[in-house]
């Protein structure tokens, strides 16, 4: 990604779209550069995590740095190509126990890497409070950290929520959602707040649920769709760096080239 890639209207209009249309809809592996400073957080791009730390561009690299960058990339479509190559990178059963808690979880990430001091402290964190909150720069793994400790707790929830939280209009949609797998009467309202409401009401009365509120950064509207009651547990991603006044923090450190690369299925994109 750069401000050439991000201004040309042939990429933009019809080299992208149809490949992040393929990562959404047939698992297409998607590898993304951050080769100069540009806005690429504006983008659909955000939701890949990159393959090295996108708070250094590559440009801002002396050469051997940029060496090593290429060099993990190259592992990385080795791996994404022949997932045997390393057992690191071994695909995790997408169901450890899929039926154990009645969920809308995106695609489990089998190519996830160690994150075990953020899993720990986020298990701690909703253990002692019910609320934790994994805070970090873009594209350092939030969002596969938070995914991971989804799947490795399912036993631990009858039901669990993935919500998107980049905008209000994205949480009364998953409210919707959650409405809708709850069966709940609201779900077809055409009132979203009247769905929302139902939810809540629902997450008030009920035990052993984990709610995920993914990229909320506007803590304050965030703060709108979570219940009061803490008799579940709530987890959000954002990158807004004080959060302590919803839930105990836990900072996601810049990842190293080999660590939580976002990557589906067999094929790759680079």
Known sequence: MSPHFLASDFIVDHELPPLLEAARKEGLV??????????????????????HDVS???????????????????????????????????????????????????????FFTDREPELAQLHEA??????????????????????????????????????????????????MTIAGLLKLPEAGAQDQALAVRA??????????????????????????FIPPVRIGHALLTSRTGPVATMARGVKVQEMAIEEGVLLRGGRAAL
Not at 30 to 47: A, F, G, M, P, R
Not at 148 to 174: K, P, T
Request: charged residues 20%; glycine residues 6%; proline residues 5%.
């Open 30 to 51: 998607i590898l993304w550069l951050h080769l100069s400073s540009c806005l690429y957080d504006e983008t659909e791009i955000k939701h890949y995590q990159a393959v």
């Open 56 to 110: 250094k561009p590559m440009d801002s690299l002396r050469s051997a740095a940029q060496a090593q960058v290429l060099a993990g990339v190259c592992r990385q479509l080795k791996a994404a190509a022949n997932p045997s190559i390393s057992p690191s990178l071994e695909r995790p059963p997408s169901a450890a126990g899929p039926e154990a808690a009645l969920s809308n979880l995106p695609e489990r990430n089998p």
């Open 126 to 175: 909703l253990a002692a409070q019910g609320r934790a909150a994994l805070s970090g720069l873009g594209g350092v793994g939030k969002t596969q950290t938070a995914l991971e400790y989804a799947y490795r707790h399912l036993e631990q929830y009858d039901h669990i929520f993935w919500v998107s939280a980049v905008s209000r209009e994205a949480l009364l949609s998953g409210y």
């Open 199 to 224: 939810v809540q009401r629902w997450l008030e009365s009920h035990e052993r649920w984990l709610l995920i509120l993914d990229d909320a950064d506007d803590l304050a509207t965030a703060r709108e």
